[in-house]
């Protein structure tokens, strides 16, 4: 099978063509990046218009790249949510447009499932069951995976997601958008126990996740010691926040493997390609006999390579969507 995918959640116009589940045949992205850099954040109406200027530019060039003419493709894998509901709506829209003009199924796919799944286009997978961590501007979620299509959430933040914190305090520092780039490679500079920041619900019984407290916590910081010693503390500073965000999350993690007992975790979204946090898992794992996947960088941000994937094991199966299917935004899995 060869599968169309189009990925339109957020700020990232994507699509790729997927042959057989596995084989990327193209993979193309068109970032938002310079709108949205100076509002320190994705402003959702200038995203979907964005959009709708380069979705079939971005549908044309994965055809050409995959060296596929319309005809040749057996399926549409989109985004159908969570995420922006105007973005949504312009993948959706164009994934319904092809599958009727081409006579062709569609899938609709969470994008979530997509982020879960991304690791199976890797060489090195896991085995069922596994426990899986999705960190990303818009998620900060924890599920078990028993199979395909078997999700069960153990977890998830109950305000900011760890990559929203992210940019949130790179905008009051001054650091630009988007936030976590910067922070990553300030922080290596930095002593992350310079400074100390709170780590909430870290005694609750609960495998939640919360971090607007943390970001409060940096802004009073900011205010108490002003902008001349922030600036000459910053990479301490920065790499002290960053220790804390992910304490909160291996924390939660260890509770989660004692808890259920399942030896395996993958970790997926774009925070998942953060070093601090790749290198703290990886002594996390040494010391409690982990088995820990990442995907590829390219894989861990948002793509049209995870959808593809995702909806080629709905579509192989005979599964379709209806051309009445409408988008979610706070679709859940």
């Not at 990232?12 to 970032?31: P, Y």
């Amino acid at each position: 099978m060869q599968i169309l995918g189009i990925e339109s959640s957020c700020d990232d116009c994507a699509a790729a063509v997927l042959k057989d589940g596995k084989q990327v045949l193209s993979h193309v992205i068109h970032s938002q990046f310079h709108i949205h850099r100076a509002y320190g954040g994705v402003v959702p109406e200038l995203a979907s218009r964005d959009h709708l200027e380069k979705i079939i530019p971005v549908l044309e060039a994965a055809m050409s790249q995959a060296r596929l003419e319309w005809h040749q493709l057996d399926g549409i894998a989109v985004t159908c949510g969570p995420g922006l509901v105007g973005s949504l709506l312009v993948g959706l829209s164009a994934a319904k447009t092809l599958s009727f003009a081409l006579n062709i199924p569609f899938y609709g796919v969470n994008h979530l499932e997509g982020h879960l799944l991304a690791i199976f286009l890797e060489d090195r997978a896991p085995s069922f069951p596994f426990l899986g961590m999705i960190i990303s501007g818009g998620h900060t979620s924890l599920y078990r995976v028993a199979g395909f299509s078997d999700y069960r959430r153990l977890g998830q933040t109950r305000d900011d997601a760890a990559g929203e914190a992210f940019d949130k305090v790179a905008k009051l520092l001054g650091l630009g958008y988007p936030g976590g780039v910067t922070i990553d490679r300030l922080g290596r500079l930095g002593n992350p126990g310079a400074f100390h920041f709170p780590r909430a619900m870290a005694s609750d019984k609960t495998l939640d996740f919360s971090f607007s407290g943390l970001k409060t916590a940096v802004r009073t910081f900011v205010a108490r010691h002003g902008e001349a010693y922030v600036r000459e503390h910053l990479a301490d500073l920065v790499s002290s926040f960053q220790e804390a965000v992910v304490d909160s999350l291996l924390h939660k993690l260890s509770d989660a493997v004692s808890l259920t007992r399942i030896p395996r975790v993958v970790f997926s979204g774009g925070v998942a390609a953060n070093s601090r946090l790749r290198a703290r898992v990886q002594e996390l794992a040494d010391r409690d006999s982990l088995e820990v996947f990442f995907p590829s960088a390219f894989l861990c941000t948002d793509n049209a390579v995870m959808i593809a994937a995702a909806g080629n094991r709905y579509l192989e199966k005979g599964k379709s969507s209806p051309l009445t299917l409408n988008v979610d935004p706070n679709l859940q899995l």
